[in-house]
């Protein structure tokens, strides 16, 4: 794109096929950091403040918003200003170079968290589902504070290369991140692929396969065993079947582009609105999560409470605004009147 010769032409603001992925790479981003944002925020404080959703599955949900809020926030600030305003130079000057090491320190340990939540939280399920009886045996209080501390360090194993002195944390032009990278290291771009984005991917999909098994099964044993009040416990078990395939196919839609990268193309020389379609899709797992696995008719609930509280309290405010300007105009009034006497 530029003027010739001082004269303009529309031809001019044409995009190219590459242009056009960037900036709907940027625009997917942008969709990201609001439902992101607002939808983790929003899994939050309905599983804090409602009662009714205290239980050890929903502690972990809350981990993952923790995480997928810190993507939404943190590190998809720095993937649309470096697309802006030319991060490889705005990230290079003074302390915005610090800035983006620790932006990309944190991009790293959340990127690697969030997809391990998923991973206890498949696990969680399949447990709950397939073993009734053994579940709240194991994932009591002391189980839901073991598997909290095991997500956390699952998420600083991203940081062991960065620690041993391999790659790298800055902002990567190609990614358009700040970022830890291992782009000059075979080893640690296989390290930040396998624990980030492949473990999780074939843990969550083989404990989906179970579930799906299973519920199969039973579906099958129902239909022989009895034609009396199954259809509720049928319809719940095949919509938990189909969410939790919904799932996996997502996560692997959003993961499997960026890993592909990151494991096959060592040397980065796939194009660049390749990798930023990819991260952009990464962040999109983060967004969507708060929808696939809060989309339950207790949070739908909790949700509707929370903004009714919400803006009841703002009601509240101006009402009591109101009263207080009612309150000191009356009081004007009478000083004035006195003052009249």
């Known amino acids: 794109m530029g003027l010739g010769n001082g004269s303009f032409s529309w031809s001019d603001l044409t995009l190219s096929g590459e242009d056009t992925l960037v900036v709907l790479s940027w625009f997917i981003e942008l969709l990201s950091v609001f439902f992101g944002t607002f939808g983790n925020l929003l899994v939050i404080f309905s599983v804090l403040t409602q009662r009714s959703l205290w239980s050890s599955a929903n502690m972990l949900v809350v981990q993952l918003a923790i995480f997928d809020f810190g993507i939404s926030t943190v590190v998809q600030f720095t993937a649309m200003s470096g697309m802006l305003w030319r991060g490889e130079e705005f990230y290079a000057r003074g302390n915005w170079k610090a800035i983006c090491k620790v932006f990309g320190l944190i991009c790293a340990f959340c990127c690697c968290a969030s997809p391990g939540a998923l991973t206890v939280i498949s696990f969680n399920r399949w447990l709950c589902i397939t073993k009734p009886q053994l579940y709240p ?7 839901t504070t073991a598997a909290i501390i095991f997500i956390w360090l699952y998420g600083s194993l991203r940081l062991v290369p960065y620690i041993s002195g391999r790659g790298s944390v800055g902002y990567d ?3 358009s991140l700040c970022v830890f990278s291992g782009k000059s ?6 390290w930040i692929s396998i624990f980030s984005i492949w473990i999780p991917i074939s843990v969550v999909a083989l404990f989906n396969v179970l579930i799906f098994g299973y519920v199969h099964s039973i579906k099958k044993s129902l239909r022989k065993i009895s ?4 259809d509720n416990q049928l319809k719940e078990e095949i919509q938990l079947a189909k969410t939790l395939s919904i799932v996996s196919v997502v996560l692997f839609i959003c993961l499997v582009p960026l890993s592909s990268g990151y494991t096959f193309d060592k040397d980065r020389s796939w194009s660049r609105p390749y990798y930023l379609m990819a991260t952009a899709f990464y962040h999109l797992n983060s967004s969507l999560n708060p929808i696939l696995y809060a989309a339950h008719h ?3 609930k909790a949700y509707l409470t929370l903004f009714i509280k919400i803006f009841t309290c703002c009601g509240k405010r101006e009402s009591l605004n109101n009263e207080s ?3 000191s105009s009356k009081s004007i009034e009478l000083s004035s009147s006195g ?3």
């Open 137 to 143: 045996r194991i994932f009591n209080r002391r189980g």
């Open 173 to 175: 032009y190609v990614l």
């Open 185 to 190: 290291d075979t080893f640690t771009s296989l």
């Open 227 to 230: 034609n009396n009040n199954k």
């Open 298 to 300: 207790r949070f739908r």
């Open 325 to 327: 300007l009612r309150y």
């Open 339 to 341: 003052l009249e006497k």
